[in-house]
C-alpha cells in the first residue's frame, strides 16, 4: 500500500518494504539487490548470495568471547609452562640424587660409611662448602 501524502509519498509502507521471497530469509534492501538476512541455522550463519559466508557482527558478547579465550589460552600456556620446568627439576634433583648415592656407595666399601664423605659430597652439590 502506497502512501498518497506527507513525506512517506510513493513509499511502500510497513512489510511491503520486503519485496524477497517470504520464508526463504532473502529481503530486498533499497537498491533492490538481494541480500540475505542474518539468521543462524542449523548452527551456522546463512551465506550470501555469492557464496560468502557471513561473519556475525562484531558485539559485545563476541568481544567477551573473545577476552575470555584470550584468558583461556593465557592460563593454559602458564600452566604447560609451569608443568615443564616442575617435570625438569624433579628429574634433575633425582638424577643428582641417584649420582650421590651411586657416588657414595662405590667410594665408601668400608662400613659403617664414612660420612664425612657423604657430607661433603652433599655439600658439594648443594654449592655449600661444610668442610671446615
Do not use: C, H
Amino acid at each position: 500500500m502506497r502512501s498518497s501524502s506527507g513525506p512517506l509519498r510513493g513509499k511502500l509502507k510497513g512489510r511491503e518494504d520486503r519485496q524477497g521471497q517470504e520464508g526463504t530469509g532473502w529481503t530486498m534492501s533499497r537498491n533492490g539487490q538481494g541480500r540475505q538476512a542474518m539468521e543462524i541455522r542449523n548452527g551456522r550463519p546463512r551465506t550470501e548470495k555469492n557464496g560468502e559466508a557471513r561473519l556475525p557482527t562484531f558485539g559485545p558478547k563476541m568481544a567477551l568471547d573473545y577476552y575470555i579465550m584470550e584468558v583461556v589460552v593465557v592460563v593454559v600456556v602458564v600452566v604447560v609452562v609451569v608443568v615443564v620446568v616442575v617435570v625438569v627439576v624433579v628429574v634433575v634433583v633425582v638424577v643428582v640424587v641417584v649420582v650421590m648415592l651411586f657416588l657414595i656407595f662405590r667410594y665408601t666399601l668400608s662400613f659403617p660409611l664414612d660420612f664425612t664423605f657423604v657430607i661433603a659430597l652433599i655439600s658439594f652439590t648443594a654449592g655449600l662448602d661444610f668442610r671446615g
